[in-house]
């Protein structure tokens, strides 16, 4: 069993910057892969990041493209989304995913494991 909790979630301006962080347990982590997730009012969950077990391979959302950086530290079994230039409509749930393989993934199915979410809200 995996448990992820996130944290850093709030209420930003337009234009401002946010780091959310994932904690992990398990002596594991290092052998997952990691993403991350948003789910607005009324829409479906959409994938925002994914980063491979070692980091070495990061993908991302169109629409977060230049803005937002995923990163992981398996020492500290941490992964993180420093998300800069925030808009209004990145305002949604954001969730931290774990997937019990070493490749990252962009589909919500395709992973194993799910934190309980972290509010963001971008005002205009």
């Known amino acids: 069993q995996v448990q992820l909790v996130e944290s850093g979630g709030g209420l930003v301006q337009a234009g401002g910057s946010l780091r959310l962080s994932c904690a992990a347990s398990?002596?594991?982590?290092?052998?997952?892969?990691m993403g991350w997730f948003r789910q607005a009012p009324g829409k479906e969950r959409e994938f925002v990041a994914a980063?491979?077990?070692?980091?070495?391979?990061?993908y991302y959302a169109d629409f977060v493209k230049g803005r937002f950086t995923i990163s992981r530290d398996n020492a500290k079994n941490t992964v993180s989304l420093q998300m800069n230039s925030l808009k209004p409509e990145d305002t949604a749930v954001y969730y931290c995913?774990?997937?019990?393989?070493?490749?990252?993934?962009?589909?919500?199915?395709?992973?194993?494991?799910w934190g309980q979410g972290t509010q963001v809200t971008v005002s205009s």
């Open positions: 995913a774990a997937r019990t393989t070493v490749l990252a993934a962009t589909t919500p199915r395709e992973y194993d494991y």
């Open positions: 398990g002596r594991t982590f290092s052998s997952y892969a």
């Open positions: 980063i491979s077990w070692s980091g070495g391979s990061r």
